[in-house]
């Protein structure tokens, strides 16, 4: 079975297979799993514990390395520190050599986002890693790295679904030439079950995954979906044989987020391009009702 078609968003593969929180047999199963149906992007993190796995799994797949695509992150414990050159290294040890794609995980404090910029800028001249990028950045924060690496930023990872409103990073990311990589874009299964999306996937036959993976995508957005399930992988790869004809965004964004997140997770908004946690779910009004779970 030849593998199927994935394009690429600014040289990076639009569908790739998220990893978290997948870590030992089932962390390289899934890997193993979906480079054997096509997946050639795969995504990893220091923070994730599964390096290692996923080396391991990419070193066994029998595809050569410079036919995939690795991401991984560097953890917020490192960025700004002087951990990081010597995490970088032991990412790329696990992984078996330099990432195709390395981020900063999240934005550190403020007063460190100069000097975490600079030592990701020399990872990248020490041959760590193709292209480097940033997750998490707010869109201030965003104008900032492009400026400070002189538009080396390949990207800016963020969660990115039609459960949350990120038309203003996206605005940005457009404007500044870079993609966006969705992680969690389904939302852990949330972002499937309005009303919207499921008319939308019986009218055109197709699951409600696939419905919303091709809307993130026609956006010229990065999707990285997390499965175990040979099933579901197979069929996130089938999103780009059709085009959805009704738009699957709108009153579902702050709603529903709200409503999912405010019993069980502290909230964050973003506010002059600072994370601020805060208890009260009201309070998300003072930041233009911009909101980001933190999980």
Aim: glycine share 8%; net charge neutral.
């Amino acid at each position: 079975m030849s593998a199927p078609s994935i394009p690429a968003i600014h040289g990076i593969p639009a569908l790739g297979l998220g990893t978290f929180p997948l870590t030992g047999e089932a962390c390289r199963d899934a890997v193993g799993m979906a480079i054997e149906l096509g997946y050639r992007h795969i995504d990893t993190a220091q923070m994730y514990g599964n390096e290692k796995d996923v080396g391991r799994a990419i070193a066994k797949c029998g595809i050569p390395r410079r036919d995939l695509f690795i991401t991984t992150k560097v953890d917020p414990g490192n960025v700004g520190s002087n951990r990081f050159a010597d995490s970088v290294k032991k990412s790329m040890d696990d992984l078996g050599g330099p990432a195709d794609l390395l981020l900063i995980h999240w934005p550190p404090a403020e007063s460190e986002i100069d000097r975490s910029l600079d030592l990701l800028k020399a990872e990248h001249g020490r041959g760590m890693a193709k292209l480097i990028g940033v997750s998490n950045f707010s869109s201030g924060l965003l104008r900032h790295a492009v400026k400070r690496l002189a538009a080396q930023v390949a990207c800016n990872q963020v969660e990115f679904h039609p459960l949350l409103d990120q038309s203003k990073v996206l605005d940005v990311a457009s404007e500044l030439g870079l993609p966006l990589v969705a992680y969690s874009p389904l939302s852990r299964g949330a972002a499937l079950k309005p009303a919207a999306i499921q008319a939308i996937a019986a009218r055109l036959k197709r699951p409600p995954s696939e419905i919303v993976l091709r809307w993130i995508v026609q956006q010229g957005v990065i999707a990285i979906p997390m499965t175990s399930k040979r099933e579901n992988a197979a069929s996130n790869l089938h999103i780009f044989e059709f085009e959805p004809q009704t738009p699957v965004k709108g009153e579902y964004y702050l709603s529903e987020v709200v409503e999912r997140y405010a019993a069980k997770y502290p909230i964050a908004v973003v506010e002059e391009n600072i994370w601020i946690p805060i208890a009260n779910v009201d309070d998300i009004t003072r930041a233009e009702k911009k909101i980001c779970p933190l999980v």
